[in-house]
């Protein structure tokens, strides 16, 4: 079902989740080790320009300024809300930043040295799009990074994550960047202090290097969504039932999280 890997649904998704979202959703689900071991397949460092593309509150975007000058930092997302909280930090005060969409990245070809995007390709309608796009703007021999979760072994758990969003399976992580013409691909698994599950992986991020300048190979069909195509009083209507149905489904992560949170901390 994936009711939020939609533009408008992600959007008013995160009007409402910004306002808890740097105290619920990343203590918990998006932890500083796993932005730390992720960031190491980026190879940062302090003379390189990134662009951070679905930089939302700036978690991720504040791992990449602790090696890059922050001015160096663009921040991009689709949401003014998210990135609202982001303006109020001051280690973010001097990353450039822009409402847009990862689909559609409003830079030249060939543009920044590394591309990072972490825990937003969920939300994307055409991920191999968003990946293309990746490709285009980041410079010959510089890497992309993204980073997302990985569909759960558990049955209960997959349920809720795809009536929810998308929950890519690893290689489909690597088709995509393989597709949009990275080469040295690498995947790394990811997972929070208190992930057991040993069936499969919690999240994944994967890196890829841009051997040519130029384009992405990968030949993409139609145009991508439109996060302000107007819609029919039908069509808002289904927004409203996808988000409000799409939430819920995401929301019961958040005392799962917690109560397993819980139990490793005690566990020591
Ligand atoms: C889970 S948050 C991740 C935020 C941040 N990267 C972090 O590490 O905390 C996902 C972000 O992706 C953004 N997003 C979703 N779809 C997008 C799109 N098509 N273009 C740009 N941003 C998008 C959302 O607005 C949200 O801020």
């Known amino acids: ?75 991009l997302d689709q949401s003014p809300h998210q990135l609202a909280r982001a303006r109020a930090k001051a280690a973010l005060a001097d990353c450039p930043k822009l409402l847009g969409d990862a689909e559609r990245l409003p ?61 890519p399976a690893a290689e489909e992580y690597e088709g995509w960047m393989r597709a949009a013409g990275f080469d040295q691909v690498q995947a790394k698994e990811l997972a929070p202090a208190w992930y057991r599950d040993r069936r499969g992986p919690y999240a994944l991020a994967v890196s890829g290097v841009k051997p040519a300048p130029g384009p992405p190979r990968v030949a993409l069909r139609g145009a991508p969504e439109d996060l302000y195509a107007p819609l029919t009083a039908k069509q808002r209507a289904l927004v409203a039932a996808r988000l409000v149905t799409g939430a819920a489904a995401g929301a019961a992560f958040v005392p799962i999280g917690a109560v397993l949170a819980l139990r490793a901390r005690r566990r020591g």
Do not use: C
């Open 107 to 167: 830079f030249a070809d060939d543009t920044f040295d590394r591309y990072v995007s972490a825990g937003s390709i969920e939300y994307w309608p055409d991920p191999q799009r968003g990946i293309a796009e990746a490709y285009r703007v980041t410079k010959p021999q510089g890497t992309a990074l993204i980073i997302g979760p990985v569909r759960p072994a558990n049955r209960l758990a997959r349920r809720l994550a795809e009536a929810w969003m998308l929950f």
């Open 1 to 75: 079902m994936r009711l939020i890997q939609h533009k408008k649904e992600a959007y008013w998704f995160y009007r409402f989740l910004s306002l808890g979202y740097d105290r619920w959703v990343n203590p918990l689900f998006w932890t500083p080790p796993m932005r730390a071991a992720a960031l190491e397949l980026a190879r940062l460092d302090d003379a390189l320009t990134v662009l951070d593309a679905g930089a939302g509150t700036g978690f991720t975007t504040e791992g990449i300024v602790a090696r890059v000058p922050a001015r160096q930092v663009t921040m």
